[in-house]
């Protein structure tokens, strides 16, 4: 059956309707889905990743797309933005093809072909059919039986693109990452080395966690970081995976069956408690001594930060955004904590491991404005204009963008650095972007920030 998704009315300032309702107070936000699903809208905030990034991470793979021009388009701009298109091919499906091809001897005859025509045979094949596949019944296993056979020096990964099955199934980005744990290969021995799995930017070293482990004589390995493929394989030697993207989690549990690698979760907390914990929580997986997890050291350096930021920062109204962090409302909370004055969130759900900072920010807090980020209403909706931008300070892309704003902290998913050495960081950025405006449009429109780039 057909839904109309065009606006049925007219506000009297020629806004559809649908904007009336935005922006929903925290105090009357529903939880943990505060807008309504519908025709959504993508902002011209490019920074995040998508997982053509992710998979350029592994060394001397090739990624080969196999869908419609349509959904084609944005994976080859990614791949030629980053001067990469030599390490990515596609196989094109036309109307015909749905019905009057064996799509499963198309997949494995063209890449057959993409290969005999490279100048240099990768170590794998990041493989990666598409939402059509499942309407046609592909049989995948097949596929990669077969292609497994024909080239048997070559490692291949069973990835995805197929977004129409995220809400009740594994996400492509989920997908992704458990498809390279799967390139580690079996039975390799144990070292005191602990992998970075996941992450989109390679951590910085002065992160909280790095610091603990390199003290007590532990090799850290990131697959951010990779140079070659053989250190790529490298992390199956680790006892010990750790991940900040909450995209890994399928990936680490499945390696933990396959290789005997244990995991622990080490989310983007902007809690000085939490942080505390965990830290004493990855020492006790180490069997470090007491002493070496103290953290009123580390606690007081970061207070000290945020309470000079406050000094200058004063009363300036504060939006932030879900892709400068994995839990804006966990950092709201913090920054509400020193009386920062945060105004607006943008974020289009809630995530569960969220939900005792947003009840407690609607608690105390319940006058924050809450915006979505893909409601289509907010294609429409007036910005500040170009003329007068805003004096907010956004942390994020699109909380820049919607409040034009060139007064900003340029980044995505904390930052690439952990616990109080990111409250430290935060705080000097955000005193930073204070000071010095950006040019908005130069900073966004990149695609993956802090991946390589060539616009």
């Not at 007036?382 to 919607?402: N, W």
Request: aromatic letters at 8%.
């Amino acid at each position: 059956m057909l839904k109309r998704i065009s606006p049925t009315s007219i506000s009297a300032a020629g806004l559809p309707a649908e904007t009336a309702s935005l922006p929903v107070l925290l105090r009357d936000a529903a939880f943990p889905a505060p807008f309504a699903h519908g025709l959504e809208y993508s902002p011209p905030c490019r920074g995040t990743w998508n997982i053509v990034h992710t998979g350029m991470q592994i060394p001397e793979t090739h990624q080969i797309f196999i869908c419609a021009s349509g959904c084609l388009r944005g994976v080859v701009l990614t791949a030629a933005e980053m001067g990469l298109m030599g390490r990515f091919s596609s196989i094109e499906l036309h109307e015909h093809d749905l019905t009057g091809r064996d799509n499963e001897r198309r997949i494995i005859e063209g890449t057959a072909d993409i290969l005999a025509r490279l100048s240099q045979k990768p170590r794998a094949i990041l493989l990666y059919p598409a939402c059509v596949h499942h309407f046609l019944g592909c049989n995948l296993r097949y596929v990669y039986q077969e292609l497994r056979r024909r080239f048997p020096d070559i490692a291949f990964a069973e990835c995805f693109m197929d977004p129409i099955r995220q809400t009740r199934h594994l996400t492509p980005e989920e997908r992704l990452r458990r498809a390279l744990g799967r390139l580690l290969p079996e039975h390799l021995p144990k070292e005191q080395q602990v992998s970075i799995f996941g992450s989109n930017r390679k951590t910085n070293p002065a992160s909280d966690f790095i610091q603990l482990l390199q003290k007590n004589g532990w090799q850290v390995r990131d697959m951010a970081g990779c140079a070659s493929y053989d250190e790529f394989l490298a992390l199956g030697r680790s006892r010990l995976n750790l991940y900040t993207n909450p995209f890994s989690l399928p990936a680490v549990q499945d390696m933990k069956k396959r290789l005997q690698q244990d995991f622990l979760y080490l989310p983007q907390s902007w809690s000085m408690q939490e942080i505390a914990a965990l830290r004493k929580e990855l020492a006790k997986r180490m069997g470090a001594e007491p002493q070496d997890v103290s953290v009123s050291a580390s606690a007081a350096r970061a207070d000290e930060t945020l309470q000079k930021a406050k000094d200058v920062i004063s009363s300036t109204p504060i939006a932030l955004d879900f892709t400068f962090t994995f839990r804006p409302f966990g950092l709201a909370r913090l920054l509400l904590s020193y009386d920062f004055n945060v105004t607006r969130i943008y974020a289009d759900a809630v995530s569960t491991e969220e939900g005792r900072d947003f009840r407690w920010l609607q608690k105390y807090h319940g006058t924050i404005e809450l915006w979505p980020t893909k409601a289509a209403a907010m294609r429409v909706l007036p910005r500040p204009a170009q003329t007068a931008p805003s004096q907010i300070l956004a942390l994020g892309q699109k909380a820049a963008y919607f409040n034009n704003t060139p007064y900003f902290v340029n980044e995505i998913e904390g930052g690439a650095i952990w616990g109080f050495a990111a409250i430290e960081k935060l705080a000097r950025d955000m005193v930073a972007a204070c000071q010095k405006p950006k040019d908005i449009e130069a900073n966004v429109s990149h695609k993956g920030l802090g991946g390589p780039c060539i616009l």
